[in-house]
């Protein structure tokens, strides 16, 4: 017969996020990514600009390059008459310089010629055969550009820390560079666990289930700013959870095995960290999301979630996600919380933070939460939800509560 290990003392939500947040150092290792590549990646240097951006005087518009104080006099009942020298189109260099009583037609982001101070609309003017008729005045400097508006050669433009957003990928490339210097991204290898669990796509026999699990935390995982490796599920196997281990150790920053984090005889992830590694803590005081471990194995972080999907989704979020968002040098994703009237009866959970689903809907122009939690096993749970609600241990609610639901 099977022997269970029970859970030693369960620490509270609050310090198992900070023991893992305490270990989650962030990323020092730096690699140059093609700018294609670059937007959400964190800059790991002082971007300077060598230049001025724009490096000339150039037309914010189409119409004609002037002097200004050639038409100083212009009315639409007099206009002033300007003999056009030239076109000049974007990309190319001027030939011809402005001089008194001439202008220049001219396209815009085309270089200014030479002895023009201003642009003048072509809706402000009308042609006359070889010539312009201007009908407003302008002033110096209308309509242009002027070198060095957008970015000063010595400035910094970019500093270290910031996460390269597609306006800042466009300020390399006004630059000319072609790579951005980034911090390398976390490594984590994903290990899923379970005799009984087969991978999606394949044919399923009695008392099997699809693995789940995985495939929902790998776009967490990236979307958490780390790069993400799947192993090939792993059997219920002592010695084949200590070889898998050991081998995502070596290459990955992180590793997550789901399942096996629990106190079953079948359950091996704590006895196995035991012996390889360290174990910080397992079991929390939470509902769902009770067996979660978190331990060290070398300077690697391992995290051990429940094999159930909902326990499992939800104690990523709770854990996984921050912890890799550090390690990335991203920003802690900032909390949004909205008040909502509770639409059913909660009850209280003895000795555990309860953790309540709920999905959200506006009715009669008041926000609604509904409990939309099956059980831990249940991945609808989750896929219904649109927020959480924390019930701290021994509480219930009743339905008409006002209650803080964080969005998910």
């Known amino acids: 017969m099977g022997r269970f290990r029970p859970f030693g003392e369960l620490i509270t939500l609050e310090r198992a996020q900070e023991l893992v947040l305490a270990a989650a150092h962030p990323m020092k290792a730096i690699e140059h990514v093609e700018l294609v590549d670059a937007a959400g990646r964190v800059l790991a240097a002082s971007v300077m600009a060598d230049r001025d951006v724009p490096g000339f005087d150039r037309s914010a518009m189409d119409g004609y390059a002037v002097r200004a104080a050639d038409l100083a006099s212009a009315t639409p009942a007099k206009p002033v ?7 000049v189109h974007a990309g190319h260099v001027p030939r011809s310089a402005v001089t008194a009583g001439t202008c220049i037609q001219i396209a815009t982001g085309a ?9 003048m609309k072509v809706e402000d003017t009308a042609r006359e055969g070889d010539a312009i008729l201007a009908r407003v005045t302008v002033e110096r400097g209308k309509h242009v550009v002027p070198r060095g508006e957008d970015m000063r050669a010595g400035d ?11 306006a800042r990928v466009g300020v390399l490339a006004a630059l000319g560079l072609a790579q951005a210097q980034v911090f390398r991204r976390p ?9 009984e669990v087969v991978p999606p ?15 929902a935390l790998t776009p967490l995982v990236r979307e958490a700013g780390a790069v993400v490796e799947r192993t090939p599920v792993l059997d219920d196997e002592q010695e084949v959870q200590e070889e898998a281990l050991r081998a995502a150790a070596g290459t990955s920053e992180v ?12 359950d091996l992830l704590a006895p196995v960290m035991e012996r390889l590694g360290s174990v910080e803590f397992h079991g929390v005081a939470i509902k769902p999301g009770k067996p979660v471990l978190f331990g060290r194995l070398d300077d690697t972080l391992v995290l051990g979630l429940p094999g159930n999907p909902t326990s499992c989704l939800l104690s990523a979020w709770l854990f996984l996600r921050p ?6 040098r991203l920003p802690p994703e900032p909390q949004r919380c909205r008040q909502a009237k509770l639409t059913a009866p909660v009850q209280s959970v003895l000795g555990r933070d309860q953790l309540m689903m709920v999905r959200l809907e506006v009715v009669d122009d008041e926000l609604h939460a509904t409990p939309c939690y099956r059980g831990s096993g249940a991945i609808m749970s989750m896929a219904q939800a649109d927020g959480l609600v924390a019930l701290p241990a ?6 008409g509560d006002q209650i803080e639901v964080e969005l998910l």
Do not use: F
Not at 201 to 215: C, F, H, I, T
């Open 201 to 215: 796509g394949r044919p399923l026999e009695m008392g099997q289930v699809y693995d789940s699990n995985a495939p």
């Open 323 to 328: 912890a890799l968002r550090r390690m990335a």
């Open 111 to 119: 270089p200014l010629p030479e002895g023009a101070d201003a642009v």
């Open 394 to 399: 021994d509480t219930g609610a009743s339905a």
């Open 255 to 266: 590793v997550v095995v789901t399942g096996g984090s629990s106190v079953g005889e079948r």
């Open 187 to 195: 490594r984590v290898t994903l290990l899923p666990t379970g005799t």
């Open 156 to 166: 910094e433009v970019l500093s270290p820390g910031m996460v390269l957003t597609p």
């Open 81 to 87: 008459r300007l003999a056009l020298l030239a076109t």
